[in-house]
C-alpha cells in the first residue's frame, strides 16, 4: 500500500491543527454529556479500529476516514503514479482508512485495510511494503498476527512534520487476500507490543466480522 511516513506524517500536522474539527472532541465542561463517535459507512469499516478501542484522548478524524478508492491510497505515496500502477497489478479491490489524533498529547493512530482480488496479490502487495518500510527504520519481527506480518520503529516520521512525532511504530499483516497497516506516532516514546495489541484487536474484529 506504500502508505507509512508520508501518510502518518501529513495525519499528525492535521491532527493538531485540526483542534475542534476532530469528531468527538469534548466541549470542555465535565460534565457534558460524551456523544457517541460511529465512523462514516463502509464495507470494510468494521474491519478497524473503533472509537472505543483506542486509548483515551484519542478521537477520530472524521473528515480523514472512510472508503478510500485506489487513487487515494496512491496519493500516499510519494511516487503516486507507480503506487496505482502496483496496486492495480496486484489487484487491489477496495481498502478503508481510519485516523485519530490527540491534540493535546500529538499521538495519532492510523489504520488502513485493503482487501486484494486474491491472496497472491495480497501477499506480493504486502511483502513489497515490509521491505520498503524497512528502509525507513528498524525492522522488528510480529508473531501470532495472521498469515504474514512485520514491524518496523521509524523514528521521526519525516523532516517535513511539523512537529514531528519523536516515535513512529508501524506493523503490517495479512489475513489471505486482505492486509492492514496499523501506524501509530507520539511525541514519546511508543511502545511496540501496545502496538501489537492494537493490531490484534483489529485482527480479532475483522475475524468476528466474517463470522
Known amino acids: 500500500m506504500r502508505t ?10 492535521a491532527c ?6 476532530l469528531g468527538g472532541c469534548a466541549s470542555g ?5 460524551v456523544v457517541a463517535v460511529t465512523l462514516p459507512p463502509g464495507s470494510l469499516a468494521a474491519q478497524v479500529l473503533q ?7 484519542l478521537v477520530p478524524l472524521l473528515a480523514q476516514t472512510g472508503k478510500a478508492d485506489i487513487s487515494r491510497i496512491a496519493g500516499f505515496s510519494s511516487d503516486s503514479t507507480a503506487a496505482e ?4 497489478e496486484h489487484g487491489f479491490d ?7 489524533g490527540d491534540p493535546k498529547s500529538g499521538r495519532y493512530i492510523v489504520n488502513v485495510v485493503a482487501k486484494f482480488d486474491t491472496v497472491d496479490g495480497a501477499t506480493e502487495d504486502l511483502t513489497a511494503d515490509l521491505e520498503s518500510a524497512r528502509a525507513t527504520g528498524t525492522p522488528f519481527p510480529v508473531t501470532g498476527l495472521g498469515d504474514q506480518a ?13 512537529p514531528a512525532p519523536d516515535d513512529l511504530v508501524t506493523v503490517r499483516w495479512r489475513v489471505g487476500a486482505t492486509t492492514w497497516l496499523l501506524a501509530v506516532g507520539a511525541p514519546g516514546t511508543v511502545e511496540q507490543d501496545a502496538v501489537v495489541q492494537l493490531a490484534q484487536i483489529v485482527l480479532k474484529r475483522a475475524t468476528d466480522e466474517k463470522k
Do not use: C, I, K, W
Open 4 to 13: 507509512a511516513a508520508r501518510l502518518t506524517a501529513a495525519v499528525l500536522a
Open 16 to 21: 493538531l491543527a485540526a483542534g475542534g474539527a
Open 29 to 33: 465542561d465535565d460534565d457534558a454529556p
Open 51 to 57: 472509537p472505543d478501542d483506542v486509548p483515551d484522548g
Open 85 to 88: 500502477a502496483s496496486l492495480r
Open 94 to 100: 477496495e481498502a478503508y482508512v481510519v485516523q485519530y
Open 150 to 162: 512485520g514491524g518496523v520503529r521509524a523514528g521521526t516520521a519525516s523532516p517535513s512534520a511539523s
